[in-house]
């Protein structure tokens, strides 16, 4: 966080370990002062229950939060990577609000795994169904997966540069040397602008170095963070191949 000034806030690094050891030790040394200043033996004898009783319930509290403290952090970075299969293990002959809190945080644990798999589930299902819908067209048309990093070609297409792979990573498609304004427009309209743009360049495939001079429509398909996550090319040759 910044000041209005604009440079950082500083924050003083306090460990709450340290203050919660504190009052511990300060407590024991001021039971064995007045221990050692009483002369009398009942009050001695009231003293040291009262410091023991003082002594086992920080104890207690000590064992109970410092280890739940170190359980919370590990959930939270198995959280954080996408491991939602465990929640919080807590010791089952205690019933306190850190119990209550344990039970929370695995029902979370819980629900995030429900929904993290009906979500694998319905990607899995439109990226089929995409995919189906993709092979069967009848346009010449390149489908660029940012996720995979892959251009993925319609069978039209393929048969117009004479080539059988119907998949080109982007990092072979950029290789070739006559690649390079395909390659900058292509990252342009998915990156810089991230909207329907046109375009015309020299594709040249690996295979053969088989290329061909084409007028291309990009059309992004954005996520709920306007990240492009998919995108289609329309092509034509520059005789304005008629739509099939």
Request: proline fraction near 3%.
């Given at each position: 966080?910044?000041?209005?000034?604009?440079?950082?806030?500083?924050?003083?690094?306090?460990?709450?370990?340290?203050?919660?050891?504190?009052?511990?030790?300060?407590?024991?040394?001021?039971?064995?002062?007045?221990?050692?200043?009483?002369?009398?033996?009942?009050?001695?004898?009231?003293?040291?229950?009262?410091?023991?009783?003082?002594?086992?319930?920080?104890?207690?509290?000590?064992?109970?939060?410092?280890?739940?403290?170190?359980?919370?952090?590990?959930?939270?970075?198995?959280?954080?990577?996408?491991?939602?299969?465990?929640?919080?293990?807590?010791?089952?002959?205690?019933?306190?609000?850190?119990?209550?809190?344990t039970h929370l945080a695995t029902k979370v644990a819980e629900h995030l795994?429900?929904?993290?798999?009906?979500?694998?589930?319905?990607?899995?299902?439109?990226?089929?169904?995409?995919?189906?819908?993709?092979?069967?067209?009848?346009?010449?048309?390149?489908?660029?997966?940012?996720?995979?990093?892959?251009?993925?070609?319609?069978?039209?297409?393929?048969?117009?540069?004479?080539?059988?792979?119907?998949?080109?990573?982007?990092?072979?498609?950029?290789?070739?040397?006559?690649?390079?304004?395909?390659?900058?427009?292509?990252?342009?309209?998915?990156?810089?602008?991230?909207?329907?743009?046109?375009?015309?360049?020299?594709?040249?495939?690996?295979?053969?170095?088989?290329?061909?001079?084409?007028?291309?429509?990009?059309?992004?398909?954005?996520?709920?963070?306007?990240?492009?996550?998919?995108?289609?090319?329309?092509?034509?040759?520059?005789?304005?191949?008629?739509?099939?």
């Open positions: 966080m910044k000041n209005q000034a604009g440079s950082p806030r500083k924050r003083i690094k306090l460990p709450l370990s340290i203050i919660w050891f504190i009052p511990g030790v300060l407590g024991i040394l001021a039971f064995i002062g007045l221990l050692i200043l009483s002369h009398s033996l009942s009050f001695q004898i009231i003293i040291g229950f009262i410091a023991l009783i003082y002594i086992t319930v920080w104890i207690y509290l000590t064992y109970r939060i410092f280890p739940f403290k170190k359980r919370l952090i590990n959930y939270f970075r198995r959280l954080l990577v996408g491991d939602f299969s465990t929640g919080i293990h807590d010791v089952p002959w205690v019933n306190d609000e850190l119990t209550l809190l795994e429900a929904y993290d798999r009906l979500r694998a589930d319905r990607t899995a299902l439109s990226v089929r169904a995409l995919d189906v819908l993709f092979r069967r067209a009848s346009r010449k048309i390149i489908m660029a997966d940012f996720d995979k990093a892959v251009f993925k070609f319609t069978k039209s297409l393929q048969r117009a540069f004479g080539v059988e792979q119907d998949t080109f990573s982007f990092n072979v498609i950029e290789k070739q040397k006559n690649n390079e304004r395909f390659f900058r427009q292509f990252l342009l309209a998915a990156v810089k602008d991230a909207q329907a743009k046109e375009f015309t360049a020299l594709l040249e495939l690996p295979i053969r170095q088989s290329s061909l001079e084409l007028k291309f429509k990009f059309v992004p398909i954005k996520d709920r963070s306007e990240k492009v996550r998919i995108a289609f090319l329309y092509v034509d040759s520059l005789e304005d191949d008629p739509q099939d």
